[in-house]
């Protein structure tokens, strides 16, 4: 048993992403927040004013041994426009970018391996805007946005 295992994205707003890996056998558990700004303990509002550089995330917990990491990988590239610049739809600004937020080298390696293959395999007409970074503090949102399409019915 190797225990479990901590991953962190960013694709646009939170709600939808956090619903499907919730999808995802494997996945123990998923909850948004807000991680790679600049503002201890943000909130909602000030990170959606742009004032915090956070970005709306998803931090997974989830079971190695039932899904990997790479696998994770593959429906974070599927569940969003990775070639979308501080945007999805019509959501805009820095907090809806596209992130992958790392948790060791291992994570580091295959993020930007997945990443160049992705940019290889031709399935995007643009550059793929996605960044690659090490996981710093993970805020966790307002318990209202926990299981947000969940609760709405959606």
């Known amino acids: 048993m190797m225990g479990e295992k901590t991953a962190t994205f960013a694709a646009g707003c939170f709600w939808g992403p956090e619903a499907r890996f919730r999808e995802l056998e494997g996945v123990l558990d998923a909850e948004v927040g807000y991680t790679g700004g600049t503002v201890d303990d943000p909130d909602y509002r000030s990170v959606c004013a742009g004032d915090t550089g956070h970005a709306e995330a998803v931090r997974l917990t989830y079971d190695p041994e039932r899904i990997g990491y790479d696998e994770l990988l593959e429906a974070f590239w599927r569940m969003h426009d990775p070639t979308q610049r501080n945007r999805q739809g019509p959501d805009m600004g820095s ?58 019915g959606r």
Do not use: N, V
């Open 95 to 152: 907090q809806y970018r596209s992130a992958i937020f790392t948790h060791d080298a291992e994570q580091q390696e295959a993020a930007e391996r997945s990443k160049r293959g992705l940019e290889a395999s031709g399935r995007f007409d643009a550059p793929i805007a996605t960044e690659i970074r090490p996981a710093g503090p993970f805020w966790r949102a307002e318990e209202y946005h926990q299981r947000y399409l969940e609760k709405s």
